[in-house]
């Protein structure tokens, strides 16, 4: 550690320790207090955790569960934490930022795990700051406060955001790794190495995997590395200048990804793994804290995912737009080696209903604008140096044992899922296509309660004989396989997509209702809250991320019936991730199409035909002159919604001369050449 860091930490802990015997405000008494005792058992705590060998297992969980035990979902009622709380105990005009305050600060754990002293240094200090303005009542204002805030955020960004840009490229930020590599996985212990919250689905993971025999795990292990190297074959893409692969997974999936590692080498690719943003649910701004998928509390997660309403503005983000760039630039040969990311997905976790946090903050109009354009500005810069049509990637998800006490059994079923036959699928998939290919629209009819009623419009083929709307989808970059999916033309699509139950982005969505126009969201609600105002703003938030709308970008139709009937079995529908569920029946996907920033790049299916739908009246503004219009090619966002087997009346084939042809019947596939598909019912 950097002495001059070291003397910023030492002289910050011993203030922190001298807080509970100054004089200040009573009122923030409490708050301080707090979180000055927080901080200080992490400082004591975190280095004994890190030694795991001298701890036992219980002394490790119980260091563990302090760490979180304040936003665990019965204790968050009454932490600083929940916006709520603050405000109530702190007033309106404090209680929001002193909870974002906490919220930052509880960021210190991850920091002291992989000894990120600097940023551990800066936001211990951004604390003492805040309490030192509240020394004196005459300092102690919001305006004060949200200077200290905004500042360090300006200030650290040139740490921050080029910390997490480099570690999304560079094999050299070895944390995850070693722990995976090096680590005697048959004992436990080993969980506790990220610092990140460890409940029974990360150890009973482990444990799992700990009992199946080497062969299995391997592969489990192949399915998944093959998928990614199968990408770039089925793309067109070499793989040879490429040196480091983006591994994501969750903790307790060790065991799989070790292996995973290895075979990874053996193409000359070297892991990248880095610690990703606890919030799942909204894309954060500043830094935050978290491992792949391991959550203390939801709630928590979904009240701050809006923290940056406090501080944000055009400054701010056009600073961390320039470190972005800058940091580019300066690994420019790192950012080329980049092979892209290669994904393992967990489900089973009960389905998370969010509850209306009245004092968390929002983004008002202007902040939505300048989020929306950083965004857009920021994946242009990154396509920049990593261009989509360079890259590949894989997505492949098992269950976690909160899906049940069927557990590994489940867990078993997937595997088979994950390994159907390519060749079968193929073939069937190929008839569905070449019916689709002659129709100059899709009509899908919803049943059992389901009000969808929607008109897909489908590209016009100059040459059939060599050209398809229609991608064969097999089990390559998205395992498992089992889709035929097009980008349709959204002038004409016209309709109402509805689906009873919906796990989107993992938030829980009941009875979604979509009206399109021309291919555009113009109507939506959900039954999730009382009130309508709240059911709109939910969906404009986490599904829309607060764009004014939402193309189609994706029509497609579903054949994986296997995966479709362990669901039924297990009854674990609604809980299967869309990756699942977008195989088990059409699906539309909201935003961009499957091809953003690589739609120039040719594709064929294994018959040889090549794919051309693949934009759409908004993608195709890219190649404006017009800057402005250039802006509205991409929403950078892209959410599937299936509508399951058995709420599907029809799904017809319709020629531009009228004649109609069924593909999916009351649920079942009709068409010539897929009945087969129906066997997995019987």
Known sequence: MDENIKERIKLSIERLRYIKRDAYSARFKAYFKEVADFIIYAYDN???????????????????????????????????????????????EFGTIFSFLYFEIRGIIPYLYEGRYEEFASVIELFLEVYNIFLDPETASYKYVKDAVYYHMYDYADVTVQRRTIETISPEFTFATDIIMNSDLSDLRYLFKYGEYISENETKTAEFLNKLSDKEVKAMAKTYVDGFINGFKTMGIDITPKKSVNIRYSIGQERMV???????????????????????????????????????????????????????????????????????????????????????????????????????????????????????????????????????????????????????????????????????????????????????YVHVLGTNGNKTDIKVMLHKLDNPDKETNFENCLADVNIPLGEVFTSPVLTGTNGVLNVSEVYLNDLKYINLNIEFKDGKMYKYTCDNFEKAEDNKS?????????????????????????????????????????????????????????????????LYNPDGKEIIAKDNECSILRNSKDKTEQKQAYFNCHTDITIPYEEIGSITSVHPNGTKVLIIKDGRFVLPGTEKLNEAFE
Request: charged content about 30%.
């Open 258 to 440: 070790k292996y995973a590692i290895e075979m990874f080498r053996e193409h000359d690719l070297e892991p990248v793994i880095f610690r990703y943003a606890t919030s799942r649910i909204n894309r954060k701004l500043t830094i935050r804290t978290g491992y792949i998928s391991t959550y203390a509390n939801q709630q928590y997660e979904y009240d701050h995912r809006m923290d940056e309403a406090l501080f944000i503005d055009k400054a701010l983000l056009e600073r961390k737009l320039e470190v972005i760039e800058d940091t580019y630039k300066k690994n420019e040969k790192l950012a080329a080696q980049y092979a892209g990311p290669a994904v393992i997905e967990t489900f089973g976790e009960n389905p998370f209903e969010p509850k209306i946090c009245a004092k968390a903050v929002k983004l008002d109009e202007k902040q939505q604008k300048l989020l929306l354009d950083y965004q857009t500005k920021s994946a242009n810069i990154t396509n920049k140096f990593i261009p989509r049509d360079k890259y590949s990637f894989t997505i492949i998800a098992y269950p976690i044992p909160e899906i049940g006490e069927n557990f590994e059994e489940i867990f078993a079923e997937v595997v088979k899922v994950n390994t159907l036959d390519n060749e079968l699928y193929k073939d069937i998939q190929e008839h569905i296509i070449n019916e689709l290919n002659n129709a100059e």
């Open 538 to 602: 939910f969906i404009e938030e986490n599904l829309m991320f607060n764009h004014e709308t939402l193309p189609i970008g994706e029509f497609a139709i579903g054949t994986n019936t296997v995966a479709y009937v362990m669901a039924r079995k297990f009854n674990i529908l609604k809980r299967l991730p869309i990756l699942i569920v977008e195989k088990m029946g059409p699906h539309f996907a909201v935003g961009d199409t499957c091809y953003s920033y690589s739609e120039d790049m040719k």
């Open 46 to 92: 975190i280095p004994k955790a890190k030694l795991i060998n001298k701890l036992s297992f219980n002394e490790l969980y119980e260091i563990n569960q302090e760490l979180y035990d304040d936003i665990l979902p019965d204790n968050y009622v009454t932490s600083f934490a929940n916006p709520d709380y603050a405000v109530e105990f702190l007033g309106d």
